[in-house]
């Protein structure tokens, strides 16, 4: 059979970290099959689903480079491919499994059940359930009911006897119909619930394979029901344990980010998220953990999935994300870092690219490191000038201003880069300087920072006549300290 796999999102939120990893495990899947990746939308959920939640859903599953071939956008011979367009599908279903007695009108209304629900709780039922009261009802007051045109949902009528549980990484303790609930299948809006619309769905769609987050194995029992009911092959399941924050709660906002592309926006590489997503819950069973998404696919194996839950670690996605970023050839990284440094031109971000390269985990890290490339310094603060426990305030003030006014010299007069370290070494030495406090004074009356790249990579960046103007200003500030 030809492998074909979907996600199957719900536009109610972002896309948070946990169902990227799930997308990012059907799209593995599906590569490495050389199947068919589907993305289908579920929004049978009408109070639940804005129209911002698929929009920004879609841009991370892109933003992950994720690209899907029938779906959304493209359309493709299963279509259409958003459920809301497809009610009159789900309903001649409902009306089939009514018609074989596997599925019943139910007239009971939002109070009635409630009333119903708190009348089981106190009564102190582990779980409250359906009491079946429509299912009771004869048949001529059903039909005339429904002739009247009084509002009614479609229930399934849960089978007794066990559904073994098995998924591809599980065989759980069969579950004893009696012990479900009858489901609604069909909404009293017309609309569909999940458990039909996405049985109907993945066999109308011929999926082969759903992979999705294992929060559904407590319907899994009533989706394997249904598929016996309309006496279908269900497809292999695959329930990916939940991913964890530090704490062992189910990951939330709270732990960070709550949407992939706030991570876009916190300085991560796609492929560096990719690579972190992937080993949430799954091993490649090398040593080696750095994977580009094609090498990603090349080796996903879903047999390696974890069924335990996997712990989301910030600090394993910034080495991670560091190892991408050091991956990257240096046209790439300056297109990466780009947005995250917006008053650099393209030129100069491109030529700043190995003084950040080896130094940066995030993205982000960049521009605090290049700023001085467009932003001249403001003043030397008094605290830089050298202190040696002989000299007095003016007498460390006169030998600063004389160390800069000679290292400007060198400056102008010699190519800059790293050929200047002997040359300001010696000055040093001359002066009676330590070399640390000369290169420290330098450095701050360079780039305003303490903090920057290699100091006299930096100035090369920077240029002579730069150098020259900053140099200048620095020595033109100490001068206006003389007393
Ligand atoms: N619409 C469901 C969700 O968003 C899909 C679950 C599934 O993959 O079957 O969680």
Request: hydrophobic content about 40%; charged content about 25%.
């Amino acid at each position: 059979v030809s492998v074909r796999v979907r996600y199957a999102p719900s536009p109610t939120g972002r896309l948070h970290p946990g169902n990227a990893r799930t997308v990012l495990f059907d799209y593995l899947f599906a590569r490495q099959q050389g199947g068919t990746f589907i993305l289908r939308i579920e929004d049978t959920d009408q109070a639940r689903k804005t129209e911002d939640a698929l929009d920004s859903i879609l841009d991370g599953i892109r933003w992950l480079g994720l690209d899907w071939d029938e779906g959304p956008g493209i359309g493709g011979p299963y279509g259409p491919y958003v459920q809301s367009e497809r009610l009159s599908i789900y309903r001649e279903h409902a009306t089939r499994l009514v018609d074989a007695g596997d599925a019943y009108p139910c007239f009971c209304t939002a109070e009635r059940l409630e009333a119903m629900r708190r009348q089981q709780q106190a009564e102190g039922r582990p779980s409250t359930r359906y009491d079946r009261r429509c299912l009771a009802l004869p048949r001529e007051e059903v039909e005339a009911r429904l002739a009247a045109g009084e509002p009614s949902a479609i229930r399934m009528k849960m089978p007794e006897g066990p559904t073994r549980l098995k998924d591809l990484l599980r065989d759980l303790e069969p579950v004893d119909g009696r012990s479900q609930d009858d489901a609604v299948l069909l909404k009293s809006d017309g609309y569909p619930t999940y458990h039909l619309a996405s049985v109907v769905d993945d066999h109308l769609m011929e999926i082969s394979h759903v992979i999705r987050g294992d929060e559904w194995l407590g319907s899994f029992a009533k989706h394997l029901v249904l598929y016996r009911m309309f006496a279908w092959e269900p497809p292999i399941f695959v329930h990916v344990p939940v991913v964890l924050g530090p704490d062992r709660a189910k990951l939330s906002k709270r732990h960070g980010a709550a949407a992939v592309l706030e991570y876009r926006d916190m300085g991560y590489l796609p492929e560096a998220m990719d690579n972190f997503l992937a080993l949430l819950g799954w091993s490649p069973g090398t040593e080696d953990d750095f994977f580009r998404l094609d090498e990603l696919v090349q080796h996903f194996d879903l047999s390696r999935i974890q069924a335990s839950p996997a712990v989301f670690d910030q600090a394993k996605l910034d080495s991670v994300n560091g190892r991408h970023i050091r991956a990257l050839a240096p046209p790439e990284l300056a297109r990466a870092l780009r947005p995250h440094v917006p008053d650099l031109s393209a030129a100069l971000l491109e030529a700043a690219v190995p003084l950040v390269q080896e130094r940066i985990q995030r993205l982000t890290d960049a521009e605090p490191l290049l700023r001085f490339l467009v932003h001249r310094p403001e003043g030397m603060p008094p605290e830089l000038l050298p202190r040696t426990r002989e000299l007095d305030e003016a007498a460390a003030l006169e030998k600063a201003i004389g160390a800069l006014q000679e290292a400007r010299e060198l400056f102008t007069a010699s190519p800059l880069g790293p050929g200047l370290e002997q040359p300001l070494r010696g000055l040093a030495a001359e002066r009676g300087l330590k070399a640390g406090d000369l290169f420290m004074m330098l450095r701050i009356a360079l780039t305003g920072s303490r903090v920057t790249p290699p100091l006299l990579e930096s100035a090369a960046l920077l240029g002579p006549a730069e150098c020259a103007v900053r140099l200048d200003f620095a020595v033109g500030d100490l001068v206006g300290r003389r007393r």
